[in-house]
C-alpha cells in the first residue's frame, strides 16, 4: 500500500520513480547477515538470509515486478547489491539521485542521494526532502576528489553490512574524526585505506599516551611544561612563546596551545587505533569490504551501460518512461494474492482506471 501511495505523489509532482529490485546478495555480505541472525536469534535452525535466485526474498522481488508494471513505472533488475545499481543509474546519468534511508549508495558512489522524500499533494507544507550529495561529503571529509573509500574506512570502523560490530567504543563520530585526519593534506581518499593498515602496523604511539591532561596556562594559553595546567608562568621560568624570561604575558585566547590540546586529531587517532588493533582481523574484514564495494560498484555501472549506456549531459531524452495508466485490475490480483483481506475497492474499483 506504501509503494502504491507514493508512486502516486511522485507522479502528482513530475517524478518519475524507478525502482530497483534486489539482485544477488555478495558472498561476503550474506555472510555477515547469518551471523546477525545467529547473534539475535540462536544457532537452532537454518537462516535463509539475504537473496539468492530462487529463494524467499527473490520471489518477493519478482511479486514486486509485477506490481510496479502493473503500475505502469519503471524497474529495474539489479546484478547485484540494489544500492549500487541505484548508484550506478545516477552515475550514468540516467537517474537524478537515489531515494534510500541506506547511506551504503555513497559507498557504492552515488552523486546524489535522498535520504528522506516525502512529496504529498494535499499536504503541500508537510512535505520534506533531505539532500546528500557527493560535494557535501567531499566537504565533511575535507578532500575535492572521491569519498567512496573513506565512507568504507568509517564504516568499517563504526560497524556496516560487512562488519556487523565495527571497532568496539568506535562509534560514527569517532570513525569520521579519524578518517578524516588520515586524509589530512590529501586531495582524494586513493589511499585511505593504505594509511589505515600503516597507521595499524605501526601501532599506538606512546607519546601520544602519556599527554592525559591538559598542561597549559591559564594565563597566556601557551605550554606550560609541567604535569599539570598552570594558573600562570612562575617568575623563575618564564614563557618562551611569550618571549619572556620571567612569567609571561596575559592574553585572551579561545584555544589552549598546549601539546595537549595541541595534537588533539593525534590522540583521537591513536585511540582508533588502538581498539582497532585489539579487534580480531580488522584490516582483514577491511580489505574485503572495499574490495566487495568497489566490486559491485563496477558490475552496476558495467550492467547499466550494457542495458542503457550514457546518458548525455544536459539531454533531456531519458530512456525510462511511464508507460502506462495503472492496471487496477492487475494491481488488485496481485494484491489479493499477498494480502488476505485486501478488495478490488480499495484502489478504486472502477473499471475505466486501466484503461
Not at 165 to 174: D, H
Request: with cysteine; aromatic share 6%; charged share 20%.
Amino acid at each position: 500500500m506504501l509503494l502504491w501511495l507514493q508512486s502516486i505523489h511522485w507522479l502528482r509532482h513530475g517524478c518519475l520513480p524507478v525502482f530497483v529490485i534486489e539482485g544477488q546478495t555478495p558472498q561476503a555480505k550474506l555472510d555477515k547477515l547469518k551471523q546477525r541472525c545467529i547473534q539475535q536469534y540462536g544457532p537452532q535452525r537454518r537462516y535463509d538470509v539475504g537473496n539468492r535466485a530462487g529463494g524467499q526474498f527473490d520471489r518477493l522481488g519478482q511479486a514486486i515486478k509485477r506490481l510496479l508494471d502493473a503500475f505502469g513505472v519503471p524497474c529495474v533488475q539489479a546484478v547485484g547489491e540494489g544500492e549500487a545499481m541505484c548508484a550506478a543509474l545516477n552515475i550514468c546519468g540516467w537517474a537524478h539521485a537515489c531515494h534510500t534511508l541506506d547511506v551504503d549508495a555513497l559507498l557504492f558512489g552515488a552523486i546524489t542521494v535522498y535520504r528522506q522524500m516525502h512529496l504529498l499533494t494535499d499536504k503541500a507544507k508537510e512535505a520534506e526532502l533531505t539532500i546528500c550529495s557527493r560535494d557535501d561529503v567531499q566537504r565533511v571529509l575535507g578532500i575535492s576528489r572521491g569519498g567512496d573509500a573513506a565512507l568504507t574506512a568509517v564504516a568499517q570502523l563504526a560497524g556496516g553490512d560487512y562488519d556487523l560490530t565495527g571497532v568496539e567504543n568506535v562509534g560514527e563520530v569517532l570513525a569520521l574524526a579519524a578518517v578524516r585526519h588520515l586524509l589530512r593534506g590529501c586531495e582524494d581518499d586513493d589511499t585511505v585505506i593504505q594509511k589505515l593498515e600503516a597507521a595499524l602496523a605501526a601501532g599506538p604511539n606512546a607519546e601520544l599516551d602519556a599527554l592525559t591532561k591538559c598542561t597549559g596556562c591559564k594565563a597566556c594559553g601557551h605550554e606550560g611544561g609541567t604535569k599539570g595546567r598552570l594558573k600562570q608562568h612562575p617568575a623563575q621560568r618564564g614563557c618562551a612563546a611569550c618571549g619572556c624570561t620571567s612569567g609571561c604575558i596575559p592574553r585572551d585566547f579561545d584555544v589552549c596551545e598546549c601539546e595537549f590540546h595541541r595534537r588533539a586529531d593525534d590522540r583521537l587517532l591513536n585511540r582508533v587505533i588502538r581498539l582497532a588493533g585489539q579487534t580480531a582481523g580488522f584490516m582483514t574484514k577491511c580489505r574485503l569490504a572495499a574490495d566487495t564495494y568497489r566490486q559491485q560498484q563496477q558490475l552496476a555501472i558495467a550492467a547499466v551501460q550494457r542495458a542503457y549506456g550514457v546518458a548525455l549531459p544536459n539531454s533531456k531524452h531519458n530512456v525510462f518512461r511511464w508507460m502506462h495508466r495503472p492496471d487496477v485490475r492487475a494491481i488488485s490480483d496481485i494484491m489479493c494474492r499477498y494480502i488476505n483481506d485486501w478488495e478490488y475497492h480499495q484502489v478504486g474499483g472502477s473499471s475505466h482506471l486501466s484503461h
